[in-house]
């Protein structure tokens, strides 16, 4: 059971580069999320998104980009890095319990990026 | 205001000490609420959710009051694998996107042996 990966784990960019993060998941949740994480912030939504081909800003969206062909993917791209956006950032899905209520969300492994 | 509060810490506790972390949170009408834990360098996983009745799992104790908007986390009996940073999260209801969910920035815990 992979549940839910990113790649790289790792990415060194320059500043004004494209870099696209990606994600994956193999349990078929209608959600997944991006988020960024930085000391004294804690973790910030860039991106959600709802099901296929639905998406919506987060806390955090200006400078990035995703997109949802397939369920199962979330990939995540900022289009001209900037240092600001040095960071931990973490995928993450999740699908509603059979009650309807409960929205717990599984995350993936993360990828560090480090602009410079 | 921040969604969810959470003092951060740092808690350094001896093996076998019981510890509570609190949290509070804005939005009234919430309607789930968790508990994550997370390793150093590592991503958040779920550690319980919050029942309005309270829950237990183990050596954890989970407590909820919505009239005072207001959640804990009691551990018993500290272990040393117990060290990590807690965090408390809550979702943004409807209709800004049911299963978005709000992270406090966490408490950190040591347990020392």
């Known amino acids: 059971d992979a549940g839910i990966t990113q790649s790289p784990r790792y990415k060194i960019t320059e500043t004004g580069r494209q870099v696209t993060l990606m994600c994956h998941q193999t349990?078929?949740?209608?959600?997944m999320f991006w988020y960024r994480q930085d000391l004294g912030h804690g973790l910030r939504l860039i991106y959600y998104?709802?099901?296929?081909?639905?998406?919506d800003k987060g806390e955090v969206p200006d400078g990035y980009v995703v997109s949802r062909s397939k369920t199962e993917n979330f990939p995540l791209t900022l289009e001209s890095a900037t240092r600001s956006q040095t960071s931990v950032y973490f995928c993450?899905?999740?699908?509603?319990?059979?009650?309807?209520?409960?929205?717990?969300?599984?995350f993936g492994p993360g990828t560090r990026l480090t602009v410079t | 205001r921040k969604e969810v509060e959470q003092d951060p810490g740092p808690f350094n506790v001896p093996e076998g000490a019981t510890v509570a972390f609190n949290c509070t949170y804005s939005?009234?009408?919430?309607?789930?609420f968790f508990w994550y834990r997370q390793d150093c360098r590592k991503e958040p996983k779920l550690l319980m959710s919050?029942?309005?009745s309270g829950n237990e799992d183990g050596r954890f104790t989970a407590q909820l009051n919505r009239a005072s908007q207001y959640i804990s986390l009691l551990i018993r009996d500290s272990k040393l694998s117990d060290s990590a940073t807690y965090l408390c999260?809550?979702?943004?209801?409807?209709?800004?996107?049911?299963?978005?969910?709000?992270f406090g920035t966490g408490t950190r815990l040591t347990v020392i042996p």
């Open positions: 993450a899905s999740s699908d509603k319990s059979l009650q309807g209520t409960r929205y717990e969300q599984y």
């Open positions: 349990w078929s949740h209608s959600y």
């Open positions: 998104s709802a099901a296929a081909d639905i998406t």
């Open positions: 939005n009234s009408a919430s309607q789930s």
């Open positions: 919050v029942y309005s």
């Open positions: 999260v809550v979702n943004i209801p409807p209709p800004t996107g049911a299963n978005n969910l709000f």
